[in-house]
């Protein structure tokens, strides 16, 4: 990392460099600047003790593409990194800069372009939450969000997420079909405008803004239906994972999440605490209103009770927060508002034997690590990714958790770590490296982030 920061400017006269911006506006103020340099880095203590010191020098808040032209080009010239920032809700630095410089928030993007025939053109620093409230009274819906819909953007989701609520049924971002194109503006003394569509578009989708910065996407929407919020809680967790399994396996139960929560998780569920039972194990539903009888029929057979079942009316009247946020990275959320001393892992358990590979890993691990699946819809079958809760002792010790899940058939994507490929599937995506060759020819854009670029160099 200290190689790629020789070719970096020092010592920048930030005031000349407001100055040759234009009339983008900028934020210099420290406490502001120091804001919009942060994620939610902190899950991680590896990543809290690596990162708590990275802050930006200036941030810049486009209002247009023009402004992000203006920016990247001025950023080339003057050598200075750029960091691309939504509303920063990830969850491990990918848009926390290691080399000061620039952060850009895009969040004044916020246009829809148009809305047709199930998709919609929108730019990338539109609220997921701001996005569904214009698609659904059309008719149309998001087919998955992060569990941050509430203040995530559609462009940090893309850049920086997998998948999410709405996996269930659509399968993940990296799915051929679930982004249709992308535009982005390269990173040169004369930016470029470039449209990637179709399976081009996996070069920049999920690359944390390293080879381009997102101003716009087209992305497939599904038919909204109404939801229910519902909570069922079992006596035994592999009951309630085998539920979970056939709930994802049944086709013609409509579904948006389902997730399985090990006790002794769900006492931390603070705002719903009340309806679950102690020593009970959850399970996190979005059911759509039609299935709810095939729903409840498939529950009954599995033995689980429903404890909990809301409208989004019901749930918006309530003042309770929506089932989702306590889903994906919620749950940990929720957890850490207890206890600062726990982290967490992202785990996959493929389709096929997932539910024996869970099994095995709740024997060797215990009460270490407390077991929260999300089950998702991977290639056409069901499986799941855990996003299990860790009790932390040392690095040593979590380092020792992570590879034996890695040896034992059941790849960690590793959350304690910024360096995109060792938080993936640790390849290198040789697309994603020469669009950034061609993008990002001075290595300005999120630098240290990707490894393949910097293997290259």
Not at 237 to 243: D, K, L
Not at 264 to 271: A, V
Request: negative net charge; hydrophobic residues 40%; aromatic residues 8%.
């Amino acid at each position: 990392m200290s190689e790629a920061a020789t070719d970096f400017a020092h010592d920048v006269d930030w005031a000349a460099f407001a100055t040759a911006l234009g009339d983008v506006p900028v934020l210099t103020e420290p406490p502001l600047v120091k804001q919009k340099s942060r994620d939610f880095y902190w899950y991680s203590p590896i990543l809290k003790a690596q990162l708590r010191k990275k802050f930006a020098d200036i941030v810049a808040v486009p209002r247009t593409e023009a402004d992000v032209v203006k920016v990247a080009a001025t950023c080339a010239q003057w050598r200075v990194p750029l960091t691309v920032r939504g509303a920063g809700t990830g969850n491990y630095g990918q848009a926390m800069p290691l080399f000061g410089g620039v952060i850009l928030d895009m969040t004044a993007l916020d246009r829809i372009k148009w809305l047709k025939d199930g998709v919609v053109a929108v730019e990338a620093g539109k609220k997921l939450i701001d996005l569904e409230g214009e698609t659904r009274p059309q008719g149309w819906e998001l087919r998955m969000y992060g569990s941050t819909r509430r203040t995530a953007t559609i462009g940090g989701f893309i850049a920086g997420g997998s998948g999410g609520i709405g996996s269930i049924m659509y399968g993940v971002l990296a799915d051929r079909g679930a982004i249709n194109a992308l535009r982005l503006v390269t990173c040169e003394e004369e930016p470029r405008i470039v449209e990637l569509r179709g399976d081009e578009v996996m070069k920049a989708s999920h690359a944390y803004g390293c080879n381009g910065i997102i101003t716009e996407l087209e992305i497939p929407l599904a038919p909204a239906w109404p939801w229910l919020d519902c909570i069922a809680v079992f006596d035994d967790f592999m009951a309630s994972a085998r539920f979970c399994q056939a709930l994802g396996e049944g086709d013609g139960i409509v579904k948006r999440e389902i997730a399985a929560v090990e006790w002794p998780l769900p006492q931390y569920f603070k705002p719903i605490r009340d309806v679950l039972p102690d020593g009970k194990h959850a399970v996190l539903l979005m059911i759509a209103a039609p299935s709810l009888d095939a729903y409840a029929a498939l529950l009954a057979e599995h033995g689980g009770t429903e404890v909990y079942r809301k409208t989004e009316a019901e749930v918006e009247e309530s003042g309770l927060p929506p089932i989702y946020e306590y889903t994906w990275n919620h749950t940990t959320l929720q957890v850490l508002k207890t206890d600062r001393t726990i982290t967490y892992l992202q785990t996959l358990f493929a389709p096929g034997d997932n539910l024996e590979k869970v099994a095995h890993m709740r024997e060797v691990f215990g009460e270490e690590v407390p077991l929260h699946l999300e089950f998702v819809r991977l290639h056409g079958r069901i499986g799941c990714f855990g996003l299990q809760i860790v009790r932390y002792t040392t690095p040593e010790r979590l380092d020792e958790i992570i590879r034996y899940h890695d040896d034992n058939g059941c790849p960690v994507f590793n959350p304690h770590t910024y360096v995109l490929e060792d938080g993936g599937m640790k390849e290198i995506d040789y697309g994603q490296v020469d669009l950034k060759r061609e993008a990002d020819p001075h290595g300005l854009l999120n630098p240290g982030k990707m490894r393949g670029w910097e293997e290259a160099r």
